[in-house]
């Protein structure tokens, strides 16, 4: 029988995908040294919210630590995945800059606003992270719009996350409830406990290490006042190494990837046309980064809140997104509104269970339940997903057929033309599709030729045919690069396991056997 010179392309590429695995794997590792650092992060000094003007991190500013002090630093980093270090030499009361579009600065509200109260969940978070988070709602909130903060403690393991932070919150001028979930239950059980006892008009979800800015709440209560929205701030970048706040952009919203891994990407044109380039109008965008939402509470209700079968982390932001535009509703980021947040490059925590297990799960659910037959495609292009057992869907899906909710197909077509899934491919294996734009392709990067003779590379699609235009024979089973008339060839000078171009030879190594799958009609 003759070999999968398909698997060719696999071994050629297995390196971008070891590093990606790498990546991954780090990203999800536990803090396994962090035991005997538990009590870290205690109320310092810096709790008397007296301070002086110029101090470390005011006005946003790069927090540095001194030299001497940078061991230490490291430590402490591992912790909570972040400079611990600094967030605790900076007040809880920090200033920040005003970020925000001048054409955002003096708009007017109306003033009889819903109410909104603040749900934060939180595992073992930083005392400071968490306190600087509540400090910055109060301080930058009308307090007339400000029903109350909602804290839910996903069964932490430190100390001064109980009666210490009971008695913290207390004494502050907004009303604070501090609730536990009685076992750790991840972030969206611990949500939807927050959301139901929770009692204002509005929810608004925040992560835990967030920090928001003069202005933030009007906007997103002005939108949905207007219309049952579910809107997003902008969310700015505090940097997990130093503290500093950084704006974040009104030209990215949200999307995802093959893996069904929530991305950035950049505001389409048609976007920009719909508000007639009027930036500071709320931008209509595909999906959310899932941490920073407000949304009206009856209508949170009414579309279904939360898959309280997901565990722990991940999926369930794809899932309200997709649930949000296929069940009629509108999902936004509200570009007057900023607020910021320590995006971490590992997480602290553990998953019980697993890590992949956990987010397999979570994202198999959302899968079956919401994507119809392109729930095929994530599957030819994770297989290893669909041994993961996904729980019971049964009331998920009577919910979408209750709501009467329009089918992936739509929602890609009308509210994600620009979706990085290819529509049309001739062939689609673990790793690449072979497009019907001629490109081979794995996500957002296509296989790219700069150099006659040279290493082949994987660069950002453009869709202009170009260096990245191939064609494929089925017969000779080459894959002719066609810009140079040359062939792919896995041999490389170098012996690098990066293929090349070569002259066509039609000798074994330019062969190569794309899978061919059986795709439903709409592909
Ligand atoms: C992003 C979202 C996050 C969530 C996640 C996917 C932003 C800024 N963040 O990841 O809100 O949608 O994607 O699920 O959009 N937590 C618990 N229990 C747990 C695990 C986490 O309470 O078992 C808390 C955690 O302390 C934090 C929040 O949930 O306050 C979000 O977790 P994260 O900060 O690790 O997630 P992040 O920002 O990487
Ligand atoms: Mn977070």
């Given at each position: 029988m003759r070999r999968f010179a398909y698997c060719k392309v696999v071994l050629a590429t297995s390196l971008v995908w070891v590093m990606l695995d790498m990546f991954?794997?780090?990203?999800?590792?536990?803090?396994?040294?962090?035991?005997?650092?538990?009590?870290?992060?205690?109320?310092?000094?810096?709790?008397?919210l007296v301070k002086p003007r110029d101090g470390p991190g005011e006005g946003g500013k790069p927090v540095v630590i001194p030299k001497e002090s940078q061991e230490k630093?490291?430590?402490?980093?591992?912790?909570?995945?972040?400079?611990?270090?600094?967030?605790?030499?900076i007040a809880l009361n920090r200033s920040l800059p005003d970020v925000r579009?001048?054409?955002?600065?003096?708009?007017?509200?109306?003033?009889?606003?819903?109410?909104t109260s603040v749900v934060i969940v939180f595992h073992n978070e930083a005392w400071s992270t968490l306190l600087r988070t509540v400090h910055s709602v109060i301080d930058r909130s009308p307090q007339t719009l400000l029903e109350e903060i909602v804290l839910v403690d996903d069964a932490s393991e430190r100390d001064f996350l109980k009666r210490p932070l009971e008695?913290?919150?207390?004494?502050?001028?907004?009303?604070?409830r501090v609730v536990r979930m009685e076992q750790r239950s991840g972030l969206i059980r611990a949500r939807l406990k927050g959301a139901s006892i929770s009692k204002g008009q509005v929810i608004t979800f925040l992560d835990a290490h967030c920090e928001c800015t003069t202005g933030w709440l009007e906007p997103l209560l002005a939108r949905i006042k207007q219309d049952k929205t579910v809107v997003c701030p902008i969310i700015d970048v505090i940097s997990d190494d130093t503290f500093e706040y950084m704006a974040g952009s009104?030209?990215?919203y949200g999307g995802f990837n093959w893996k069904l891994n929530f991305r950035w990407y950049p505001v389409p044109q048609r976007e920009m046309d719909r508000r007639k380039g009027d930036r500071t109008l709320p931008v209509r965008t595909p999906t959310m980064a899932g941490g920073l939402f407000s949304i009206d509470r009856d209508y949170f209700q009414e579309i279904g809140t939360y898959d309280a079968g997901m565990d722990i982390w991940g999926g369930e932001n794809l899932e309200i997104s997709f649930r949000i535009w296929q069940c009629g509703g509108t999902l936004e980021i509200v570009t007057c509104s900023h607020v910021g947040?320590?995006?971490?490059?590992?997480?602290?925590?553990?998953?019980?269970?697993?890590?992949?297990?956990i987010i397999n799960k979570n994202n198999r659910r959302l899968a079956e339940v919401w994507m119809d037959e392109f729930k095929n495609f994530f599957y030819i292009i994770s297989p290893g997903v669909t041994k993961v057992d996904y729980g019971d869907?049964?009331?998920?899906?009577?919910l979408r057929q209750k709501l009467q909710c329009k089918p992936f197909s739509w929602y890609l077509e009308n509210v994600y033309p620009d979706s990085q899934i290819p529509r049309h491919y001739y062939s689609l294996g673990e790793v690449f599709s072979y497009t019907a734009n001629k490109e081979i392709r794995t996500d957002d990067l296509c296989l790219d030729v700069s150099k006659l003779n040279g290493p082949v590379m994987m660069l950002k699609c453009h869709h202009l045919k170009g260096n990245q235009l191939w064609e494929y024979d089925p017969v000779k089973l080459t894959l002719v690069h066609v810009n140079s008339n040359q062939c792919l060839d896995k041999a490389s000078e170098e012996d690098s396991q990066v293929p090349?171009?070569?002259?066509?030879?039609?000798?074994?190594?330019?062969?190569?056997?794309?899978?061919?799958v059986t795709l439903p009609e709409v592909f």
């Open positions: 991954i794997l780090l990203y999800f590792s536990e803090c396994n040294k962090c035991d005997d650092k538990k009590e870290r992060g205690l109320p310092g000094r810096n709790d008397a630093m490291k430590e402490m980093f591992k912790i909570n995945q972040f400079n611990l270090m600094a967030s605790e030499m579009l001048e054409g955002c600065k003096n708009k007017l509200y109306p003033d009889n606003l819903p109410r008695q913290y919150v207390r004494k502050l001028e907004v009303p604070v009104d030209m990215t947040h320590v995006f971490r490059k590992a997480t602290p925590y553990t998953f019980p269970g697993g890590t992949g297990q869907i049964t009331s998920r899906s009577s090349s171009v070569r002259d066509c030879t039609h000798s074994r190594s330019q062969q190569w056997l794309l899978r061919n």
